[in-house]
């Protein structure tokens, strides 16, 4: 699509010999929510890393703005990609406030009141949480503060790897709300990865495929084959 801010162009990743990925491509607007379901192992996770620069692309680019992104994690956060990684990577000795600063720094910022403050307005239920440790917190609480993480690094595009994991369908209901609340309020650009094809196909705007290692655009109103993705068939 013409005015995606976010660009992957021909993604490969290798593991030793194994290719996982063969050739994603992945378009996300400004305050667009773009979704890519696939199989067990079908390599969502790995197309998050190799974005994030964790994993060595085999071939491949990002595009930010028009700008090539460095294949450096630094880089990547600090050019406006935050990343929600599977496990929500807190750090459960520190508190969720610690959390967020940390977030921020590592997006080349400083924590700010008014940061804190929208996290909170998106997630109310947090607000008090702030000097809890993040360890000690519910599933549904640390997948709120993980988003926040990646709300004060203020991105122009946020990825979260499996926001459903774990969670209640109610929470999985609220927090995709809180998605499309920061997708319209900020224009953030929101690229999620998950195995919950229903749950997905409700929040985004646009869906692909993943099979085979290849990224295609998927028509959300097919149930077949979101059921075959489900159940991990392909073709
Ligand atoms: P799931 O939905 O089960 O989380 P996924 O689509 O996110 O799966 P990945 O986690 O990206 O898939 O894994 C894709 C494939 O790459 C799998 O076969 C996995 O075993 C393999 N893989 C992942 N990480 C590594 C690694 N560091 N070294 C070797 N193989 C790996």
């Known amino acids: 699509m013409s005015d995606a801010v976010f660009q992957v162009r ?28 696939g199989p067990n192992g079908a390599g969502k996770t790995t197309t998050l890393r190799a974005i994030s620069g964790l994993v060595a692309r085999r071939r491949g680019s990002v595009m930010l703005n028009g700008v090539t992104l460095a ?15 599977e496990g929500r990577g807190l750090i459960p000795s520190l508190t969720v406030h610690q959390n967020l600063r940390l977030a921020a720094i590592g997006a080349g910022r400083r924590l700010s009141d008014e940061d804190v403050r929208y996290a909170t307005t998106v997630f109310p239920a947090i607000e008090r949480l702030m000097d ?9 609480e640390q997948q709120m503060v993980a988003i926040s993480r990646g709300l004060v690094a203020r991105p122009t595009i946020l990825m979260v790897d499996e926001l459903s994991l774990g969670l209640a369908p109610r929470i999985v209901k609220d927090m995709s709300r809180a998605l499309r609340r ?42 077949e084959l979101m059921r075959a993705v489900y159940f991990g068939r392909s073709g």
């Open 10 to 37: 021909e993604l490969a990743v290798s593991y030793g010999a194994a290719r996982v990925i063969e050739n994603v491509n992945v378009d996300v607007a400004a305050g667009e929510i773009v979704g890519v379901v």
């Open 132 to 140: 809890r440790r993040a360890g000690f917190l519910s599933g549904g």
């Open 182 to 223: 920061v997708a319209g309020e900020r224009r953030i650009g929101i690229f999620l990865v998950d195995q919950n094809v229903r749950g997905l196909s409700h929040v985004c705007d646009r869906i692909y495929v993943l099979q085979d290692g290849v990224s295609s655009v998927a028509n959300k109103e097919d149930t």
């Open 71 to 85: 294949e450096r994690p630094e880089a990547v956060a600090r050019a406006g990609i935050a990343h929600v990684p």
